[in-house]
Antibody, heavy 118, light 105 residues
Framework: QVQLQQSGAELMKPGASVKISCKAT????????IEWVKQRPGHGLEWIGE????????NYNEKFKGKATFTADTSSNTAYMQLSSLTSEDSAVYYC???????????WGQGTTLTVSS | QIVLTQSPAIMSASLGEEITLTCSAS?????MHWYQQKSGTSPKLLIY???NLASGVPSRFSGSGSGTFYSLTISSVEAEDAADYYC????????FGGGTKLEIK
């Protein structure tokens, strides 16, 4: 069965960077886009961007260019999102999700809670 | 970007009631997708490409619409349907609606 398992909660200081992982099982990792979504209370769901692990192709929401960087390791079926220069505005739950044809997100990870605080 | 506006923001429904949640797009989109998010969990795909039920989703859920107006209907609300519901489109890039919170009376 398809599963996306994300790394655990993170507590980071302002200005630091963090790398969140998303390990995929149960399907051909290289063939599906991994999408990244941010959720903050009162701000709904926000698409950060995506990576196609097989080719390394990436697309970013303009708002997150320079903030987020996506990578993927096909040997371990794991996608990563690095967030840099963290501020309190980055405190949120981050989800990875899967899409086949860049249309809908059919499976989601359990979410990673990031708290940025001094 | 295409802005999705969901209404109502909060809906209170009785068990067995039929309800409709709506999603209005700022520009025409080809398809709409819907997700259900229960408290403390990740979103779950409910309906894809406007009217197709995702695997395992009960048949009391249905979706319809076209252009700039889409809807999600629950034919007979059950207690387990209490959740936030989000619409989602992908034209130029993905955007989500602000969500509708469904409360059960």
């Amino acid at each position: 069965q398809v599963q996306l398992q994300q790394s655990g909660a993170e507590l980071m200081k302002p200005g630091a960077s963090v790398k969140i992982s998303c390990k995929a099982t149960g399907y051909t990792f290289s063939s599906y886009w991994i999408e990244w979504v941010k959720q903050r209370p009162g701000h709904g769901l926000e698409w950060i961007g995506e990576i196609l692990p097989g080719s390394g192709s990436t697309n970013y929401n303009e708002k997150f260019k320079g903030k987020a960087t996506f990578t993927a390791d096909t040997s371990s079926n794991t996608a990563y999102m690095q967030l840099s220069s963290l501020t309190s505005e980055d405190s949120a739950v981050y989800y990875c999700a899967r899409s086949r044809l860049r249309d809908y997100f059919d499976y989601w990870g359990q979410g990673t809670t990031l708290t940025v605080s001094s | 970007q295409i802005v999705l506006t969901q209404s109502p923001a909060i809906m209170s429904a009785s068990l067995g009631e039929e309800i409709t949640l709506t999603c209005s797009a700022s520009s025409s989109v080809s398809y709409m997708h819907w997700y259900q998010q229960k408290s403390g969990t990740s979103p779950k795909l409910l309906i894809y490409s406007t009217s197709n039920l995702a695997s395992g989703v009960p048949s009391r859920f249905s979706g319809s619409g076209s252009g700039t107006f889409y809807s999600l209907t629950i034919s007979s609300v059950e207690a387990e349907d209490a959740a936030d519901y989000y619409c989602h489109q992908w034209s130029s890039y993905p955007t989500f609606g602000g969500g509708t919170k469904l409360e059960i009376k």
